[in-house]
């Protein structure tokens, strides 16, 4: 059973520090059902593999459990080569620092999303090769899947269950060793120990922060926890609300807080104001708010007619909640019904439900998002959706010092994570247009104050419609 990980991010060797594994070694670690060793078959400058290779006791797998005895089926069967729970098991324990995204000699590496690739030579892919691009693609990756040929000599119904799997994106390291740990096991359909509630501890802890979001959580969910009905429940349940539970009245303060700050400027009326302009003046008939908070751009291009087909995309269900409560969507006559869909979902996982869009909105969105995260919102909405027209809002840095009321150094809003001046905004979207391909122009919101600008800016992406 093989897992190999790979990188062309230089020095690529920066992985033997990840890993906490030095790349001239073997590193070899004992299992209670057999052994995992570490290896590096390249290690060099520009690209570095480590291999998992996991030796399983069929012997032991049986040892003391009291089965009956005389059944080939408990020696001889697909376990010691096919990737499953065996394999999370021995990544949690050979990797538990790089699963952590702590690294005492490149924590900036760590931190960083790098070029990483991952192969699994052969698992078994219930439900086929569909399957497996469903639950990995809109995280991200480019998925190679090849199904495997039966051996002839031992015919079967129906096709080989048994794929070999390959992945390739820009993201942490961290974040490829949960996706692995939680998607591998489930993918197989299978565990080989009992799966109780220490189980949905597990599948909180590796796959919280980005399960939530997935189009296909509830049977990843199912197939993880073996479809044992309480248990999958009992896990929608608290990874649904395990990022909304207290939250909701500090948000309102946190919202209260920028408001107070923006309010003597009209900044959001102007801010609204100028991309709905934007809007009208692309020709936009279908557009997608990513962030969509609770509605008010969708509010007020409900009420225009232009716009015949409506997205929004948050991933906060309240927020969605309150976006439905403030457009009246039970209210609404069934015509202007159906020109509007609210959805749960995450702005750094590919979502086909973006696809098809002429423009696509993220107002006041990319400063709530921590800056490793970034590749991944360019590549699943540049990269993947490719709407004909982007437009993306964010403040201005510059400007918070005409704030009366705001500390000097202090953010508009405690959850920004970053907030640019027009240099680094203008910076990173014209990468981001050389690298999909779009042409950027800007556009102030607010007074363009002569010495820091305007408190909004404002950039709309516009590409060739071949």
Same mark, same amino acid.
């Given at each position: 059973?093989?897992?190999?990980?790979?990188?062309?991010?230089?020095?690529?060797?920066?992985?033997?520090?990840?890993?906490?594994?030095?790349?001239?070694?073997?590193?070899?670690?004992?299992?209670?059902?057999?052994?995992?060793?570490?290896?590096?078959?390249?290690?060099?400058?520009?690209?570095?593999?480590?291999?998992?290779?996991?030796?399983?006791?069929?012997?032991?797998?049986?040892?003391?459990?009291?089965?009956?005895?005389?059944?080939?089926?408990?020696?001889?069967?697909?376990?010691?080569?096919?990737?499953?729970?065996?394999?999370?098991?021995?990544?949690?324990?050979?990797?538990?620092?790089?699963?952590?995204?702590?690294?005492?000699?490149?924590?900036?590496?760590? !931190?960083?999303?790098?070029?990483?690739?991952? @192969?699994?030579? #052969?698992? +078994?892919?219930?439900?086929? *090769? $569909? &399957?497996? /691009?469903?639950?990995?693609?809109?995280?991200?990756?480019?998925?190679?899947?090849?199904?495997?040929?039966?051996?002839?000599?031992?015919?079967?119904?129906?096709?080989?269950?048994?794929?070999?799997?390959?992945?390739?994106?820009?993201?942490?390291?961290?974040?490829?060793?949960?996706?692995?740990?939680?998607?591998?096991?489930?993918?197989?359909?299978?565990?080989?120990?009992?799966?109780?509630?220490?189980?949905?501890?597990?599948?909180?802890?590796?796959?919280?922060?980005?399960?939530?979001?997935?189009?296909?959580?509830?049977?990843?969910?199912?197939?993880?926890?073996?479809?044992?009905?309480?248990?999958?429940?009992?896990?929608?349940?608290?990874?649904? !609300?395990?990022?909304?539970?207290?939250?909701? @009245?500090?948000? #309102?303060? +946190?919202?209260?807080?920028? *408001? $107070? &700050?923006? /309010?003597?400027?009209?900044?959001?009326?102007?801010?609204?104001?100028?991309?709905?302009?934007?809007?009208?003046?692309?020709?936009?008939?279908?557009?997608?708010?990513?962030?969509?908070?609770?509605?008010?751009?969708?509010?007020?291009?409900?009420?225009?007619?232009?716009?015949?087909?409506?997205?929004?995309?948050?991933?906060?269900?309240?927020?969605?909640?309150?976006?439905?409560?403030?457009?009246?969507?039970?209210?609404?006559?069934?015509?202007?019904?159906?020109?509007?869909?609210?959805?749960?979902?995450?702005?750094?996982?590919?979502?086909?439900?973006?696809?098809?869009?002429?423009?696509?909105?993220?107002?006041?969105?990319?400063?709530?998002?921590?800056?490793?995260?970034?590749?991944?919102?360019?590549?699943?909405?540049?990269?993947?959706?490719?709407?004909?027209?982007?437009?993306?809002?964010?403040?201005?840095?510059?400007?918070?010092?005409?704030?009366?009321?705001?500390?000097?150094?202090?953010?508009?809003?405690?959850?920004?994570?970053?907030?640019?001046?027009?240099?680094?905004?203008?910076?990173?979207?014209?990468?981001?247009?050389?690298?999909?391909?779009?042409?950027?122009?800007?556009?102030?919101?607010?007074?363009?104050?002569?010495?820091?600008?305007?408190?909004?800016?404002?950039?709309?992406?516009?590409?060739?419609?071949?």
């Amino acid at each position: 059973m093989l897992l190999s990980i790979s990188t062309s991010h230089q020095p690529a060797t920066d992985l033997g520090f990840l890993l906490v594994k030095h790349p001239d070694h073997v590193h070899e670690v004992g299992l209670p059902f057999g052994s995992a060793r570490v290896f590096y078959p390249e290690a060099s400058e520009a690209r570095c593999t480590a291999v998992l290779m996991l030796s399983i006791d069929p012997v032991g797998l049986v040892r003391g459990r009291g089965e009956a005895e005389g059944s080939l089926a408990q020696y001889v069967n697909d376990r010691p080569y096919v990737a499953s729970s065996f394999l999370s098991v021995a990544m949690k324990r050979v990797f538990s620092t790089a699963m952590a995204g702590t690294s005492k000699g490149r924590q900036d590496v760590a !931190d960083m999303a790098i070029p990483l690739e991952a @192969e699994i030579p #052969v698992i +078994r892919c219930r439900g086929g *090769e $569909a &399957i497996a /691009r469903e639950w990995f693609e809109p995280l991200g990756y480019a998925v190679e899947v090849e199904r495997l040929p039966m051996d002839p000599r031992f015919p079967q119904d129906g096709d080989s269950p048994y794929v070999r799997l390959r992945l390739s994106g820009v993201l942490r390291l961290r974040e490829l060793l949960t996706h692995l740990y939680v998607l591998l096991p489930a993918l197989d359909g299978d565990k080989h120990y009992f799966v109780g509630q220490d189980e949905i501890e597990k599948l909180l802890e590796k796959g919280g922060a980005w399960l939530s979001a997935h189009p296909e959580r509830e049977t990843i969910v199912g197939r993880y926890l073996r479809r044992h009905r309480p248990l999958v429940k009992a896990a929608l349940a608290r990874l649904l !609300d395990a990022d909304e539970e207290g939250v909701e @009245e500090q948000e #309102v303060r +946190r919202e209260a807080a920028e *408001e $107070a &700050i923006e /309010r003597p400027l009209s900044l959001n009326e102007k801010r609204m104001d100028a991309v709905v302009a934007a809007l009208r003046e692309l020709g936009a008939r279908r557009v997608v708010d990513l962030g969509c908070g609770e509605g008010r751009l969708l509010g007020l291009l409900l009420k225009d007619r232009q716009f015949e087909r409506l997205l929004g995309i948050d991933v906060s269900l309240r927020s969605l909640e309150y976006a439905a409560e403030r457009l009246h969507l039970d209210r609404l006559p069934p015509m202007q019904r159906e020109r509007i869909t609210l959805a749960h979902g995450a702005l750094t996982y590919r979502d086909r439900r973006i696809e098809g869009f002429d423009v696509a909105c993220a107002i006041e969105v990319i400063e709530h998002m921590d800056a490793p995260r970034l590749p991944a919102f360019e590549r699943a909405l540049f990269g993947f959706a490719r709407p004909p027209a982007v437009v993306i809002t964010t403040p201005n840095s510059e400007h918070n010092v005409r704030f009366a009321n705001l500390p000097a150094g202090k953010f508009r809003h405690p959850d920004h994570r970053f907030e640019w001046s027009r240099a680094e905004f203008h910076a990173w979207c014209e990468a981001v247009a050389q690298r999909n391909g779009y042409a950027v122009r800007y556009a102030p919101i607010g007074d363009d104050d002569p010495e820091v600008g305007p408190p909004t800016q404002m950039a709309i992406f516009t590409r060739d419609a071949a």
